[in-house]
Each structure stands twice: as C-alpha cells, then as structure tokens.
C-alpha cells in the first residue's frame, strides 16, 4: 500500500505565503509523478502543480508565476511554495501521486488539507 501525508495548509491573510508538503510511503520503487490539485466549493478537482519523471513540470494558468513545485525521488517527497496567495486560492488542496512498486503502478490521493485566504 502506499499512504500520503499532507500538510502545510492553514489560514492566511491576501499577499501571504504557505508552504505545502506531501510525504509518500510504502513499497515505494520509484516515483512517476507528484503534485497538487484543489478543490473549491461548487468546483470540480483541478490541476495546481505537478511533477513528473524527467523534472517536466505542469502548472495551473492561474498559479504560475507565483508557486514552485520542488521534490521528487530523492525523498518521496514535494513541496509547494505559495507565493501572493489570493482569495480565490481558497480550497481544499489534495496531494495526488502516481508510484511505480515492485508490483504495479498505483495511483494515490491524499485527504486533503485546507488552504484558506483572507481578504
């Protein structure tokens, strides 16, 4: 099995700064892919950041510019810096991965944890 911890969500005020990690676990060969997505009320799940075997990463429109993804295999491992948070980066923030193990390939979600703007 393989289990995400999440955490670096929290409250802050428009302009501000959070720093969100994501921790995989298990029988763990290698990592395919790792990233963000969020979920706001009345929203479908969408892309923030992720990265992907090679270094390629893949952000969201609405992010760029102001988030980095960083990590990968080295620890099974990623963070994101958020930068001039917004209100409208209010969200649940859900981390996601996709790990290769000695037997498959898995996809993997994290509970999600909450990421609130004031303004």
């Known amino acids: 099995q393989v289990e995400l911890m999440e955490s670096g969500g929290g409250l802050v005020q428009t302009g501000g700064s959070l720093r969100l990690s994501c921790t995989a676990s298990g029988s763990i060969v290698s990592i395919n892919s790792m990233g963000w997505y969020r979920q706001a009320p009345g929203n479908d799940r969408e892309l923030v950041a992720e990265i992907f075997t090679g270094s390629r990463t893949e952000y969201a429109d609405s992010v760029k510019d102001r988030f980095t993804i960083s990590g990968g295999n080295a620890q099974n491992t990623v963070s994101l810096q958020m930068n001039s948070l917004k209100p409208e980066d209010t969200a649940v923030y859900y981390c996601?991965?996709?790990?290769?193990?000695?037997?498959?390939?898995?996809?993997?979600w994290g509970q999600g944890t909450q990421v609130t703007v004031s303004s």
């Open positions: 996601h991965t996709v790990v290769t193990t000695m037997n498959a390939i898995i996809e993997t």
